[in-house]
C-alpha cells in the first residue's frame, strides 16, 4: 500500500468507526460532501466561505491527503530525551557563561538546577559572517521553489514537533526552567498553529495583489508582489527559546527567505537541536539545509548580525535599550528592521464581573513562565467595588501555587506550576521594583524574595495591591511572576482608561473583562495597544491570522498576520501592458523639446477632462487637447 493510501485508509477507518458503519457505500453522498468540506475548513480555519474559498480548502486537503509528509530522525542527545538533571550532578553556586579556562565558548546552564549543560561556541564575527553567506548562497535557489514544495517542509517540521512534543518540551525546559506544561502551551502549541495558519493562508497572503489604476492609465495592469528579502536576521529573546526561533523560520521560508537567528547567550543550549530539525525537514526534501543557520555568542555575535552585508532585514525582541542599539546599528546601512520591545500589558475586571470566572485569567496572566512573557498580565485593574472580594479570592490561589525544579530526577515530583527564572539579574530588577513599590505604600501579600528553600533562580509568586503611578513598578517591565493590583477608583471607565494610558509607555496588549461585551470593546477601543482581547487573554498567540506587535516604547513592525508575512519581503509595485500593442505614448506638445506655446495648455486641457467634477469643466478639457494636441 501507498504512502497516500495509507494515510487514506487510515483516516477512513477512523470515519466509519464515527459513523458506525462497514464501507463508504453505507454512507449517504450529502454526509460525504459534509465530511469532505468539514475537514477542509478545519485545515484552512475559515468561515463558511466563497467559492474560491471552499476551493483553496479543498486543494489543501487534496494536498495533504495525497502528498503525505516523511517522518525525519533527528539525532538526539541524552542529556536532551533522557537526563532530568540526575542529582549526582552537583550545581555551580552561580552561573557564569564566560569560562575564563574555555576561551570562545560560552556555557549553557539550567536555570533551575544551576547545573552545566555543556557550551557551545561563541562566535566571531566572523563566524557570523561565514554563517550568513553560506545562508544566502542557499536562498538563491529556495526562492525558485513554489509555495507546495514550502508547505512540504513546513508540515514535515510539523510532523516532527506532534511526535516528539514532549521531547521538545524537556529540552525548554531544562534550557529556561519553565514547567513542561508552560512550554507545551507556550512554545509547541503556538508553533504548530502558525504552521497550520501559514500553508492555510500564506499563500494567499503573497499572492500579487492587484490594484486600481484610474482613466489616465486604463491600458495598464497594476499589483504589488511580494519578493523575498533575502536573509532575514533575527534576534530572538530567551524566554521560550523553541518558538522564538521556529517563529520566524516558519514565516521566513515560507516567505522564500534565508533565516539566520542569533539565540540568546542564556538559552543557547537548545539552539543546535531545535535547528536540526528546520534543517533535516529541508535535507530531506531535496533543499540546502545552509538556508536555515544559529549564531551563538555574546552582544558581539548579535552586533555582526546586524552589520552584515548579507543580512537584508533585522528582526529583533528584547528590551527597549537594546532595540534602539540595533535600530542605530541598522541604520548604518539603512537597513529595515522590526522591534518587539516587550510590554506591560493591563489586565482590566469591571465591576459586573463574576470574580469566580476572572480569577483563572488573572491567575494564568501573571504567573504562566514565571511572568517572563512578553504580553504577560503586568498591570491589573480591578474596580473599587469587587477589589475587596477579588483581593480574599486570589491570595490562597497564589500561596497554593508550587514552585520547584520542573523535571522529575531533579528531587522534585514534577508537579510544578512555577519555575525558575532565567536570568539571575532579571531577579535583581524584579527586587528593586518590589522594594520601591512596598516603601512607597503598596501593600505585598505575599511572595516578594527569592525562594530561600530552592538552589536555582527562584523568585516566589507575589501579590501586591495599592500600586500606584507613583511607583517603578506601574511603569518599568518586570518580566517576574508578580501581580500588581491597581484599584480603579467609583467604578469609572474614564479613570480606568486614563490609569492605563497615562502611567506607562509600553502598548503592546492588553484585555478587559466586562459582563457587558460592548463595555469591554468601548473600553478596549480607547487603550493605547498594538493588541486587545474582549473577556479573554493570550488567544493572538493561537490566531495566527492577527498581527502581533505594539506601539511606543513596545517597539514597531509586525509578526504574524498577512502583516507579518509581508514585513519578510519586499512590497514591489509592478505595471505591465494591459491590452497587447497598446502602450502609453508621450504627446508631442509635452515631448521634448516641449512646444512653449501648446505644452501647458494641452496639460491643463488633461487635468479638465480627467479631475474636473463638473461636465462642462470635463468638455473644456476636451477642446483644450484638440485646439493644442
Known amino acids: 500500500m501507498s504512502g497516500c493510501s495509507a494515510v487514506v485508509a487510515s483516516a477512513g477507518e477512523i470515519l466509519l468507526g464515527v459513523l458506525g458503519v462497514e464501507s463508504f457505500s453505507d454512507v449517504p453522498p450529502s454526509t460525504l460532501v459534509l465530511l469532505v468540506l468539514s475537514s477542509a475548513f478545519i485545515l484552512r480555519s475559515v468561515p463558511l466561505p466563497s467559492l474560491s474559498d471552499l476551493f483553496g480548502a479543498i486543494s489543501l486537503l487534496s494536498e495533504y491527503l495525497l502528498h503525505p509528509v516523511p517522518a525525519i530522525a533527528v539525532e538526539c542527545d541524552p542529556s536532551i530525551s533522557e537526563d532530568d538533571g540526575v542529582e549526582d550532578k552537583v550545581g555551580a553556586s552561580k552561573i557564569d557563561l564566560a569560562d575564563e579556562s574555555q576561551p570562545g565558548r560560552l556555557q549553557c546552564y539550567d536555570p533551575s538546577t544551576l547545573q552545566r549543560l555543556g557550551s557551545v561556541r561563541a562566535m566571531t564575527a566572523r563566524d557570523v559572517n561565514e554563517s550568513c553567506a553560506r545562508a544566502s548562497k542557499a536562498q538563491a535557489s529556495w526562492s525558485a521553489t513554489t509555495f507546495a514544495q514550502r508547505r512540504l517542509v513546513l508540515r514535515t517540521i510539523q510532523r516532527y514537533v506532534v511526535s516528539n512534543a514532549e521531547r521538545i518540551c524537556r529540552a525548554s525546559s531544562r534550557d529556561s526552567g519553565k514547567p513542561k506544561v508552560d512550554a507545551l502551551l507556550g512554545e509547541v502549541m503556538t508553533t504548530c498553529e502558525k504552521i497550520r495558519c501559514i500553508n492555510a493562508n500564506g499563500e494567499g497572503w503573497l499572492r500579487p495583489e492587484f490594484r486600481p489604476v484610474g482613466p489616465m492609465m486604463m491600458h495598464k495592469t497594476a499589483y504589488v508582489e511580494y519578493v523575498p528579502f533575502g536573509v532575514l536576521g533575527v ?14 523560520v516558519i514565516s521566513g521560508l515560507f516567505s522564500g527567505n534565508a533565516v539566520v537567528t542569533k539565540v540568546s547567550e542564556h538559552t543557547s543550549w537548545s539552539a543546535d537541536y ?7 525537514a529541508l535535507r530531506v526534501h531535496g533543499h540546502d539545509p545552509e538556508l536555515v543557520q544559529v549564531i551563538t555568542g555574546f552582544g558581539e555575535a548579535g552586533a555582526a548580525l546586524v552589520d552584515c552585508s548579507h543580512v537584508d532585514k533585522v528582526i529583533f525582541t528584547g528590551s527597549p535599550g537594546v532595540g534602539r542599539k540595533v535600530m542605530e546599528g541598522a541604520s548604518k546601512n539603512l537597513k529595515p528592521v522590526i522591534l518587539e520591545l516587550g510590554g506591560k500589558d493591563p489586565m482590566v475586571f469591571c465591576d459586573d464581573v463574576k470574580i469566580k470566572d476572572v480569577i483563572p485569567w488573572a491567575m494564568r ?26 483581593l480574599d479570592k486570589i491570595l490562597p490561589k497564589v500561596r497554593a501555587l508550587r514552585q520547584g525544579v520542573p523535571l522529575a530526577t531533579c528531587g522534585n515530583t514534577g508537579d510544578v506550576d512555577c519555575g525558575s527564572m532565567i536570568m539571575e539579574g532579571q531577579m535583581d530588577i524584579v527586587q528593586e521594583l518590589i522594594d520601591d513599590a512596598v516603601q512607597k505604600g503598596a501593600t505585598l501579600h505575599c511572595g516578594g524574595r527569592r525562594n530561600p528553600a530552592l538552589k536555582g533562580q527562584f523568585y516566589e509568586p507575589t501579590v ?13 517591565e518586570v518580566f517576574g511572576p508578580v501581580m500588581c493590583i491597581v484599584e480603579v477608583p467609583n467604578d469609572d471607565d474614564d479613570a480606568c482608561v486614563a490609569l492605563v494610558n497615562d502611567t506607562c509607555e509600553f502598548g503592546l496588549g492588553s484585555s478587559v473583562y466586562s459582563a457587558r461585551g460592548d463595555r469591554s470593546a468601548k473600553i478596549g477601543s480607547r487603550i493605547r495597544a498594538g493588541m486587545f482581547t474582549s473577556n479573554d487573554f493570550g ?13 511606543k516604547e513596545s517597539g514597531f513592525g509586525r ?3 498577512p502583516e507579518g508575512l509581508r514585513g519578510c519581503c519586499l512590497e514591489r509595485a509592478v505595471v505591465k501592458d494591459r491590452i497587447p500593442g497598446v502602450r502609453t505614448t508621450i504627446p508631442s506638445p509635452i515631448d521634448y523639446p516641449i512646444d512653449i506655446n501648446k505644452g501647458l495648455p494641452f496639460g491643463i486641457g488633461l487635468i479638465k477632462l480627467f479631475y474636473d467634477e463638473s461636465l462642462w469643466g470635463k468638455i473644456m478639457g476636451i477642446l483644450g487637447l484638440i485646439k493644442n494636441g
Do not use: K
Not at 530567551?238 to 520566524?248: A, Q, S
Open 235 to 248: 534576534i530572538a529573546p530567551w524566554n521560550y527559546p523553541f518558538h522564538n526561533m521556529l517563529n520566524h
Open 464 to 476: 501586591l495591591s495599592g500600586v500606584t503611578p507613583s511607583m517603578r513598578i506601574s511603569r518599568e
Open 539 to 551: 488567544v493572538n498567540y493561537l490566531i495566527q491570522s492577527l498581527p502581533f506587535g505594539g506601539v
Open 365 to 390: 496572566g501573571c504567573f504562566q513562565n514565571s511572568g517572563q512573557n512578553c504580553c504577560g498580565v503586568e498591570r491589573l485593574f480591578v474596580y473599587e467595588s469587587i477589589h475587596d472580594e477579588f
Open 274 to 280: 531545535f535547528s536540526r530539525i528546520c534543517r533535516e
Open 559 to 561: 509578526f504574524a498576520g
